[in-house]
């Protein structure tokens, strides 16, 4: 239906949204419970109002969309090409900006489809946005619990593409001349009482420059290490750590794996209990903790992570986060922490718990100081969430169930899956799971450590010893109805997929 026979001040002063007219009825939305509706019966009269009740989120998204709409217009009359600027090579480029060329400013339709597109991201939750181009063909994508999803309703054409990636980079305070080179910043986004952090990373392609963005929500708190999902039994290991006078703790795995969310999840355990200094060192800062001293790598005056490490020890902290060790200054400097009297947490890109004592090797660490400082090493992946609200038993798939279990399943397993509902948009899961493989560091493994014997060795001790496999967890986690057992080909190696051999002898099912 046409709104335009309402005022905009007045909608606005009414909380209410116009979307649908029909034999009489007229639909209106708002996000206030407490709106009225007599003032808009009365500017219609001899139609019923019906009034629906959307979040905030959902009523700032009809806006943009309607603005979208008229903006859109607008923008296409504009960029019409008139006969002198069909000679003119300047006012080609402006329009390739998305720039006006009368007012020389970005065109409030490019602004507007890039604060729509924030809106559908925030709304779907995701963590990234993906902007774009092959050839003719636009392409923009949400990353929402680790897949990628098409936004069909943005049917850009390639100028509107480089206008708002202009828009994009404006907002980040980046170069908007330089096309040859990737770039990266960020800005912010505010919705309401929620603060939004975006790292922005263009990248020069065949066909144009691509932009994405990764939404980090601040809220001031992060996870607990109850409300990471964890077994209850390596949740309390976990905690059982941060509690040690002095050590190493390594989370692992690769991009994107939840490594940073595991680490704040202990450091905000250590914030709400207060009596002890945590200070952490990061690059960059990707969610803000209160009471927790954060500081971030400043590469460009010569302040890195070894930087930072040796101030911190002066500073009389308890506990020192270094974001990640990618170096062998990096490791000296947490291992000479540890030695020091403070509980170093720390990250390292690779596989798994046993494959992260070789990364150290790599790095030059000496086997003795690998095996006197370090407690435990957690790796993990992020397994998709089965739906709570649509969880309902399921048939296992054969061909998984046979990977999983070589000599069959046990008479009593069974596993789960989401039929897809309206809370979860018809994908039957939501939110995603660490699941965790987890390395105590004994007596037995310090030794094995030490003696530094073949990866598959050190393995198969670690077994021996009481790793907790991440297979292991995973399937606690399919038999629980956390996640689905379609999920463990996608966080399992074909060769862990099966019980693993520990010492000989294959493990307990």
């Not at 909608?11 to 034999?23: C, F, K, N, V, Y």
């Not at 709409?69 to 080609?92: I, M, Y």
């Not at 001031?220 to 040690?244: K, V």
């Not at 799971?433 to 073949?454: F, G, H, K, L």
Request: aromatic share 4%; glycine share 8%; charged share 25%.
């Amino acid at each position: 239906m046409s709104i335009r026979r309402f005022s905009r001040t007045f909608l606005d002063l009414s909380r209410l949204i116009p979307i649908a007219e029909e034999d009489g009825r007229i639909t209106v939305v708002t996000d206030d419970p407490d709106a009225r509706t007599d003032q808009l019966e009365r500017l219609s009269p001899n139609q019923v109002v019906d009034c629906l009740l959307v979040t905030p989120t959902d009523f700032r998204r009809l806006w943009s969309a309607l603005d979208l709409t008229a903006k859109g217009r607008r923008f296409a009359a504009d960029q019409e090409p008139t006969p002198n600027q069909a000679a003119d090579p300047t006012g080609s480029k402006d329009q390739l900006l998305g720039k006006d060329p009368k007012n020389k400013h970005v065109s409030p339709y490019l602004v507007s489809v890039y604060e729509a597109i924030l809106m559908d991201a925030v709304s779907e939750k995701a963590s990234d946005i993906h902007i774009e181009q092959y050839g003719d063909r636009i392409r923009i994508r949400l990353r929402v619990d680790g897949d990628l999803h098409d936004l069909p309703q943005y049917q850009l054409s390639a100028r509107e593409m480089k206008g708002v990636i202009n828009v994009i980079k404006l907002r980040a305070e980046l170069n908007i001349a330089e096309h040859r080179l990737p770039q990266g910043g960020r800005s912010r986004l505010q919705l309401g009482d929620m603060a939004y952090d975006l790292r922005i990373q263009t990248q020069p392609s065949l066909h144009g420059e691509h932009a994405v963005i990764r939404l980090l929500p601040q809220t001031g708190r992060a996870m607990t290490i109850a409300e990471l999902g964890m077994s209850s039994m390596i949740g309390a290991r976990y905690q059982r750590l941060l509690d040690n006078p002095a050590g190493l703790v390594l989370v692992v795995g690769p991009t994107g794996s939840g490594k940073s969310t595991t680490l704040y999840a202990g450091l905000q355990t250590l914030a709400d209990d207060g009596r002890r200094k945590v200070i952490t060192v990061e690059d960059p800062i990707e969610y803000s903790i209160d009471n927790i001293q954060q500081t971030r790598v400043r590469s460009e005056i010569g302040f890195g992570f070894a930087d930072a490490m040796r101030a911190f020890v002066r500073e009389d902290p308890d506990v020192i986060l270094v974001g990640e060790i990618r170096d062998q200054e990096t490791a000296l400097e947490a291992i000479r922490a540890s030695q020091t009297g403070h509980v170093v947490l720390s990250t390292l890109h690779c596989n798994d718990a046993v494959d992260s004592l070789q990364r150290l090797y790599d790095l030059g660490i000496h086997p003795n100081s690998i095996a006197g400082e370090l407690l435990a090493v957690i790796a993990q992946r992020l397994a998709k969430r089965i739906c709570k609200h649509c969880c309902q038993p399921a048939e296992p798939d054969p061909v998984i169930l046979s990977e999983v279990f070589p000599d069959g399943p046990p008479a009593d397993f069974r596993c789960f899956q989401g039929a897809g509902c309206d809370k979860c948009n018809g994908r039957g899961t939501q939110g995603r799971v660490a699941i965790v493989e987890y390395m105590e560091v004994d007596s037995d493994i310090r030794n094995a450590i030490s003696s530094q014997p073949p990866i598959g060795e050190l393995r198969w001790r670690a077994l021996d010893a009481g790793l907790v496999t991440m297979r292991d967890s995973a399937l606690d986690h399919v038999i629980e109805g956390t996640i689905p057992l379609s999920e463990l080909p996608r966080i399992l190696p074909r060769e862990r997929m099966a019980p693993e051999v520990r010492g000989g002898r294959r493990s307990q099912e």
